[in-house]
């Protein structure tokens, strides 16, 4: 009889669980196209503009899982900026609200993903009751051939202009006091 019983308390844990793991909120972030798919197991589907991290701050590709959640958080490293309803899934990145919604929609942060605040308070909450798994794929320099070759040539101009200035000549310019006092003068 306690087998039976047994059985029938793992087989309920295992329907649980089951039913556990077709609840969970399921986010998917796409770094070509800057955009975020979520789909909650209760049915509710939401697609919204994102920014991930630009150019030298990318932004983590792969399969997580939300590892720490703060309804506020201030960053340390970029000047106390403010992290609304943030989902952390990777070390130091997170998903969270922000208020440059000017720039949603193409690549501009530190390599978290950035959402309007209204989204992201959503979302925080969607994941706070039902949990997440969080995809994020694609490419910031394959969205658009045309625009990543501009965006490319302009890193390796300031590459290459970072390097050159190190080789620059020192040139002592004129203070405005000394050319007030005679502006013909060449020092």
């Not at 399969?63 to 490293?77: C, E, G, Q």
């Not at 440059?100 to 309007?116: K, Y």
């Not at 959503?122 to 706070?128: G, R």
Request: some cysteine; overall charge positive.
């Amino acid at each position: 009889m306690r087998t039976f019983a047994a059985l029938g308390m793992a087989v309920g844990a295992w329907f649980s669980a089951e039913t556990t793991a077709q609840a969970m909120v399921r986010i998917d972030i796409d770094l070509t196209t800057q955009r975020m798919h979520v789909t909650s197991g209760s049915g509710a589907e939401y697609e919204w503009p994102i920014s991930s991290g630009r150019p030298g701050h990318a932004t983590p590709r792969g399969n997580f899982r939300p590892r720490r959640m703060y309804l506020m958080v201030h960053s340390a490293k970029y000047d106390n900026a403010p992290m609304p309803h943030s989902i952390f899934f990777a070390g130091a990145y997170a998903i969270h609200g922000t208020a440059a919604v000017g720039r949603l929609g193409r690549v501009a942060s530190h390599g978290c993903v950035r959402l309007a605040p209204q989204n992201a308070a959503i979302l925080y909450q969607m994941v706070l009751r039902e949990g997440a798994a969080i995809h994020i794929g694609g490419s910031i320099m394959a969205e658009n051939p045309h625009r990543a070759g501009h965006r490319l040539a302009a890193l390796q101009r300031k590459r290459f202009q970072e390097n050159a200035l190190g080789y620059a000549p020192t040139e002592r310019l004129r203070t405005l006091k000394q050319w007030v006092r005679n502006p013909v003068a060449h020092d």
